[in-house]
């Protein structure tokens, strides 16, 4: 089936440097993507999103680029800090006929961050 | 603290055993979502509300599932005859609005069957 997945289930990184965690998926018809971050025992937090129509969207720190035509969708964080260490999802909207659709997560990338 | 809150933080029960879990969402939003997670997955499409109205239930939510909402506040998600194959973190979402928005997680509830 469809789904979206990830290329690196773990990325370790120096404190300082920056981080890109990417995200494949599939579905066309997607047309909203999220990236959450999740620490131990918590939810899963809202960090950045993109609709289908853009290619890029920044935010504090962090940086969403979506490549329609291959697919996928990267998370860049400048600066990383070891607050940053979680494990981070990308989600996609799957619009349904007759429904607003629902977010598919993909597996996680867990970022560790060496000081 | 205006987040979505969810309780029991955690419930331990024996297989067999029927379980409730409470989501209180964030106050204005009208949409509420229920998701599953196991260890090292993301998070799984249980179903979700406008309002007080159920719209969509994922194929994950088997007939021992059912959740409500009754008057499009809180919810809650009632397991019986828990099985093993239960036990996960079942988080709670909400947003506001027609379309699909970010959602704002709650910490979860993990349920432990033994």
């Known amino acids: 089936g469809e789904s979206v997945g990830l290329h690196l289930p773990t990325l370790s990184v120096q404190e300082g440097d920056n981080s890109i965690i990417n995200c494949a998926y599939s579905n066309s018809a997607s047309d909203y993507f999220i990236w959450y971050k999740q620490e131990s025992g918590k939810g899963p937090q809202f960090i950045i999103d993109?609709?289908?129509?853009?290619d890029k969207r920044q935010g504090q720190r962090v940086t969403v680029l979506l490549n329609k035509t291959v697919k996928h969708l990267s998370l860049q964080i400048a600066a990383t800090q070891p607050g940053d260490s979680a494990v981070y999802f990308c989600a996609e909207n799957i619009r349904k006929e007759g429904s607003q659709g629902n977010l598919i997560f993909g597996k996680g990338t867990k970022l560790s961050v060496k000081p | 603290d205006t987040g979505v809150s969810q309780n029991p933080r955690h419930k331990i029960t024996k297989r067999g055993q029927n379980v409730t879990f409470r989501c209180d969402p964030i106050s204005e939003h009208n949409r509420l979502y229920w998701y599953r997670q196991t260890l090292g997955q993301g998070p799984e499409f249980l179903t979700y509300?406008?309002?007080?109205?159920?719209?969509?239930k994922s194929r994950l939510l088997s007939d021992r599932f059912s959740a409500e909402r009754p008057k499009g506040s809180f919810s809650t998600l009632e397991i019986q005859r828990t099985e093993q194959g239960d036990s996960a973190m079942y988080l709670c979402?909400?947003?506001?609005?027609?379309?699909?928005?970010?959602?704002?997680f709650g910490s979860g509830t993990q349920l432990s069957v033994l």
């Open positions: 979402a909400s947003t506001y609005g027609q379309g699909l928005g970010k959602l704002f």
């Open positions: 993109i609709r289908s129509n853009m």
């Open positions: 509300f406008q309002n007080e109205a159920q719209l969509e």
